[in-house]
């Protein structure tokens, strides 16, 4: 008889075990913030600055006259702000 490999989308059992747990203990290497008594993960704090700076952001725009120029608005913005949680996770925890 044939035997058959438990496979996913191609991959080998070993390297499919191998994948799940390396997540698994990859994904306690977030660092956490005590703000206040509070734990909060270092990306929801890049989150919440990055949402004031695109805030800055947008009103320099509209100060400057450029918005009419912003074309998509929804994912120019969403853009704007991806790059400046991304900027501010570099910039503070440099991981």
Do not use: K
Not at 5 to 18: A, I, K
Not at 23 to 37: H, R, W
Not at 53 to 70: I, K, M, N, T, Y
């Amino acid at each position: 008889m044939r035997e058959t490999r438990l496979q996913f989308r191609g991959l080998p059992t070993r390297q499919c075990l191998v994948a799940a747990a390396s997540l698994a203990l990859l994904s306690g290497c977030d660092p956490i913030l005590s703000v206040d008594g509070a734990f909060f993960p270092a990306w929801l704090l890049c989150m919440i600055g990055a949402g004031f700076l695109l805030g800055g952001v947008r009103w320099v725009v509209s100060r400057l006259g450029w918005e009419p120029f912003v074309r998509p608005r929804v994912l120019v913005y969403f853009c704007v702000y991806l790059n400046c949680t991304l900027g501010l996770w570099l910039l503070i925890f440099r991981t």
